[in-house]
C-alpha cells in the first residue's frame, strides 16, 4: 500500500509566483485552494500609527496556522506564494504570514485565479477590494480609511470560524 | 474583480467514482486533498456488539465537519466521492460521514491515488492498514481483531488536531 511513497508523484503548478520551477515536486494549485479554503485567514487590522499623517496604518495579513508537526507545510506553502514568514502563532501552533503589498497583491491574483469553494470567498473579496484600494493609496485618505472600515465590518459577518481562535475575523486593533 | 464569479471555472476531475460527469461545475481532486489535508478525519471506533460472534464490531469512518453555513461543500464532497451522509455533527456543526467497506474502499483508492500532504497522512496510512484487513474479513477473527487495535493505537500518536474535537484521535467506544 506504500507504492505512491516509494514512487513520489511530481505535481503540476499552473501557478509559480517565486519562479522556482526547479523544485522537485511542487504544491498544486488547486491543493493549496483546497488547504486554504480550509485552514487560512485573511485578516485586515487598522493599528494606531501617530507617526503616520492619517495616524492609522491600515495592516492586512493572510495567515496559515498549523501544529508545529506540520511546519513543513508551512514551508512549502511559503515557497509556493514566494513571499511570508514562518513563526510562532502560540504555543505549539506555527503560522505563515504574508504581509505586504505587493506580496499580497501576488496572494490575491493566484485566489482570484483560483477561486475559493467555501464560504471563506467571502472574506477574501472584502480583502481584495481592501488591497485594491491600498494599491491607489486610498489607506493614506480619511475618505479611503472609512471605506476600509466599511469593508472589515462586512468580513465580520461570520464568513469564518469562531471556534479557532487562529482564524478570527478582522479586528481592529488599537494598539501603538 | 468579480470577474471569475460571472465566468465560473469548469473545473477538470481526473476521479469520478460517483460517474456523475455531466456535473457542471465538479470538484477537482487536488482541492480535495487540500481541503481533506486540513479539515478531513479518520477514524476508527470498535463498538462492543453482543450479538456479533467475536463481540466487537469495527466501525471506521472518514468524516469532514464544517460550520453549517459551509454545508454546500459537503454535498459536493458527498457527491465527489458519490457516497455518506450530511447530518448534524454538534451545535451548529455539520458533517459529511462515509461508512461502509465498499464506500471507504473507494476513498482509500481516492487517497492513495491522490497522497495526503500533511501529518493526516500517517492517520489515513493506518486507516488504509485497517480497510484492506476488513476487506479480508479479518477483523471477523480475534487476530485479526488484535492487529487493528494495534493499528489504532497508531493512529493515536499525535497525528491530527488535538485543539479540534470534531478532529479527534480514533478511541475505543464501548457502547452497547
Request: glycine share 8%.
Amino acid at each position: 500500500m506504500l507504492e505512491y511513497l516509494e514512487n513520489p508523484v511530481v505535481l503540476k503548478s499552473s501557478y509559480n509566483p517565486s519562479g522556482a520551477d526547479n523544485q522537485q515536486e511542487r504544491l498544486d494549485a488547486d491543493w493549496v485552494v483546497g488547504f486554504v479554503d480550509g485552514e487560512g485567514c485573511f485578516f485586515v487590522g487598522i493599528n494606531r500609527q501617530p507617526s503616520m499623517k492619517i495616524g492609522w496604518q491600515v495592516l492586512p495579513e493572510f495567515r496559515v496556522v498549523q501544529h508545529e508537526r506540520d511546519v513543513a507545510i508551512l514551508e512549502r506553502l511559503q515557497e509556493f506564494f514566494g513571499s511570508g514568514q514562518v513563526t510562532v502563532n502560540h504555543g505549539d501552533r506555527k503560522e505563515l504570514r504574508i504581509r505586504g503589498l505587493q506580496q499580497l497583491s501576488e496572494v490575491v491574483r493566484f485566489f482570484k485565479q483560483h477561486p475559493l469553494r467555501t464560504v471563506k470567498r467571502s472574506s477574501f473579496e472584502c480583502f481584495a477590494e481592501v488591497i485594491e484600494l491600498m494599491q491607489h493609496g486610498d489607506h493614506l485618505t480619511e475618505e479611503g480609511l472609512t471605506r476600509i472600515r466599511q469593508i472589515i465590518s462586512r468580513m465580520n459577518r461570520g464568513a469564518q470560524n469562531p471556534q479557532r481562535p487562529y482564524a478570527r475575523t478582522p479586528v481592529e486593533a488599537t494598539g501603538g
